[in-house]
C-alpha cells in the first residue's frame, strides 16, 4: 500500500517562499499524477497543483497560477511544490495525494499524505 509523507511547512512572512516536498514510499504503483490540495479552517479542500508522472504535464489553480510551481522526481519517488509570493490567504493545511488520472477533484485522488501547516503571516 501507497503511503505519501509531506515536508517542509512552516511560517513564512508576507512575500515569502517556501517548498514542500512529498515522497512516497509502500507500493505507488498505478498512480500517474501526483496532485496538492489546500484546506484552511472552515473551507472547502482547494486544488493547488497536479503533475503528471509520465509526460510532466502540470495543472495549477487560478489563485496559484505564476507563484507556485509543482515539479516530480520519479527516480526518487518525490514531488515538489515550490512557493514563492504567498501571502495570508495561501495559509492552510497543504497535503500531496496519487490519482491514477489527471484531475482537479479531491475525490478521484486515493492516497493522501496527513498534511503540514503553512502559516503566512502580515
Known amino acids: 500500500q501507497a503511503q505519501l509523507v509531506e515536508s517542509g511547512g512552516g511560517l513564512v512572512q508576507v512575500g515569502g517562499s517556501l517548498r514542500l516536498s512529498c515522497s512516497a514510499s509502500g507500493r505507488p504503483f498505478g498512480y500517474n499524477v501526483v496532485g496538492w490540495f489546500r484546506q484552511a479552517p472552515g473551507r472547502a479542500r482547494e486544488f493547488v497543483a497536479a503533475?503528471?508522472?509520465?509526460?510532466?504535464?502540470?495543472y495549477y489553480g487560478d489563485s496559484v497560477k505564476g507563484r507556485f510551481t509543482i515539479s516530480r522526481d520519479n527516480d526518487n519517488n518525490t514531488g515538489s511544490l515550490q512557493m514563492n509570493s504567498l501571502t495570508p490567504g495561501d495559509t492552510a493545511v497543504y497535503f500531496c495525494?496519487?490519482?491514477?488520472?489527471?484531475?482537479?477533484?479531491?475525490?478521484?485522488?486515493?492516497?493522501w499524505g496527513p498534511g503540514p501547516q503553512v502559516t503566512v503571516s502580515s
Open positions: 503533475i503528471n508522472l509520465r509526460g510532466g504535464t502540470t
Open positions: 495525494a496519487l490519482s491514477p488520472a489527471d484531475s482537479y477533484r479531491p475525490a478521484e485522488y486515493r492516497v
